[in-house]
C-alpha cells in the first residue's frame, strides 16, 4: 500500500479557506478509493470519523453531511494525489484531518493506510 503524506492544514479565520492535499509514495494510488477523516480536539484517534471519499477514478464522491456544500473533493491521479478543498469553514472543523487508501475502489471497502495528518484550527 501507499505511503500517505497531507499537508495544507493550518489555522484560518471563520469563513476562510483551506485546500488539503495527500500525496502518495506509489504508483498504485490511482487503484484506490481515498477517504477524508477528522479527529475533532480532545477526542480518541480511535474516534475518527469520516468526512469525504472519492473513487478510484474519481466519477463518485460522498460527503458528511456536515460538510456538504462547503467542502469538495478530487484527485489528480496522474500526480498521487488527492485534495480537500475546505470553504465556508467553521470553528467546528477545527480538527486534525487524515487521508486514507480503501482497499478497494469504490469508498465501501476498508482502510488500508493512513497518513500522519494535518492539523486545522479555525479561529478568530
Known amino acids: 500500500q501507499s505511503q500517505l503524506v497531507e499537508s495544507g492544514g493550518g489555522l484560518v479565520q471563520p469563513g476562510g479557506s483551506l485546500r488539503l492535499s495527500c500525496a502518495a509514495s506509489?504508483?498504485?494510488?490511482?487503484?484506490?478509493?481515498i477517504g477524508w477523516f477528522r479527529q475533532a480536539p480532545g477526542k480518541d484517534w480511535k474516534d475518527r470519523k469520516g468526512?469525504?471519499?472519492?473513487?478510484?477514478?474519481?466519477?463518485?464522491?460522498n460527503y458528511v453531511d456536515s460538510v456538504k456544500g462547503r467542502f469538495t473533493i478530487s484527485r489528480d491521479n496522474a500526480k498521487n494525489t488527492v485534495y480537500l478543498q475546505m470553504n465556508s469553514l467553521k470553528p467546528d472543523d477545527t480538527a486534525i484531518y487524515y487521508c486514507a487508501s480503501f482497499n478497494t475502489a469504490d469508498c465501501s471497502g476498508l482502510v488500508a493506510s493512513w497518513g500522519q495528518g494535518t492539523q486545522v484550527t479555525v479561529s478568530s
Open positions: 468526512v469525504s471519499c472519492i473513487s478510484s477514478r474519481g466519477d463518485s464522491t
Open positions: 506509489s504508483l498504485t494510488l490511482g487503484q484506490y478509493a
